[in-house]
Structure formats: C-alpha cells, structure tokens
Nanobody, 115 residues
Framework: QVRLMESGGGLVQAGESLTLSCTAS????????MGWYRQPPGKQRELVAT???????TYADSVKGRFTISRDIMKNTVALQTNSLKPEDTAVYYC?????????WGQGTQVTVSS
C-alpha cells in the first residue's frame, strides 16, 4: 500500500506562483513513476506532469514552460513548481504514483487562480 499526501494549494492571482508538494509513505519501493494530475471544475482529470525513476519527464502541452516537476526518490517526494499561473489552471491537483499493478492517488489539493 502506498499513501500520498499533498500540500501547497491555495488561492493566487493570475501570474503568480505556487509550489505543490507530495510525500509518499508505505511500500514506496514499488513506485515507478510519480507526478501530478488535475481536475478542473466540470471536467475530467488530466495529466499535468510526471517523472519516471530515471528522471524522464512528461508535461501537458498547456503547462510546458510554466510548470516544473521535481522528484527526490530517496525522500519519496515529488513537487510541482507552478509559475505564471492562469485562471484556466484552476483545478484540484492530485499527486499520483504508479506501481507495477496499478496507481495510487492523493486526496487532492485545490489551486484557484483569480483573474
């Protein structure tokens, strides 16, 4: 079992920044990829950014150049630096961990960007 705990969401104005953090606990040795998804109001959950154990990253086109994912495998943490936030970035952001036979999700942290 892997447990994920997010922190760092909040209310910001357009153009500002936030750092989201996530810490994994439990059977963390099983984790392959870690990253972030988000679910905007009234929409489906979508990929934001992920990183493999080998540090290969994947970003959604909508966040490239603005968001940066980082991961500390020894500390079982993953972070998302979000810059130049836009109102359309408003969503619940979920931490994600991929293991061999499935995925784990955090409870989510709300990010609201006002115009």
């Amino acid at each position: 079992q892997v447990r994920l705990m997010e922190s760092g969401g909040g209310l910001v104005q357009a153009g500002e920044s936030l750092t989201l953090s996530c810490t994994a606990s439990g059977t963390t040795f099983r984790i392959q990829d870690m990253g972030w998804y988000r679910q905007p109001p009234g929409k489906q959950r979508e990929l934001v950014a992920t990183m493999t154990r080998g540090s290969t990253t994947t970003y959604a086109d909508s966040v490239k150049g603005r968001f940066t994912i980082s991961r500390d495998i020894m500390k079982n943490t993953v972070a998302l630096q979000t810059n130049s936030l836009k109102p359309e970035d408003t969503a619940v952001y979920y931490c994600y961990a991929k293991v061999l036979n499935g995925n784990y999700w955090g409870q989510g942290t709300q990010v609201t960007v006002s115009s």
